[in-house]
């Protein structure tokens, strides 16, 4: 069964978050995961969303995850 990490994020410091996303997508390939949602502007419905970008990873399992 998939599992999913959800990520609600700011963004204070451009040149560290690159530095970060580069590492971070390359620990994400290696257990499997893949990117189903990075970034982008957000329309909030309903309920408190606390960051200003989204983001969905999707693993093969809990365990992978």
Not at 2 to 12: F, M, R
Not at 28 to 44: H, M, S
């Amino acid at each position: 069964m998939a599992a999913y990490i959800l990520g609600q994020i700011n963004i204070t410091d451009v040149e560290t978050f690159k530095r970060y996303s580069e590492k971070v997508s390359l620990t994400v390939q290696q257990y499997g995961g893949r990117y189903l949602v990075r970034g982008g502007a957000v329309d909030k419905l309903e309920g408190t969303f606390l960051g200003r970008r989204m983001v969905v990873i999707e693993f093969q399992s809990v365990e992978a995850a």
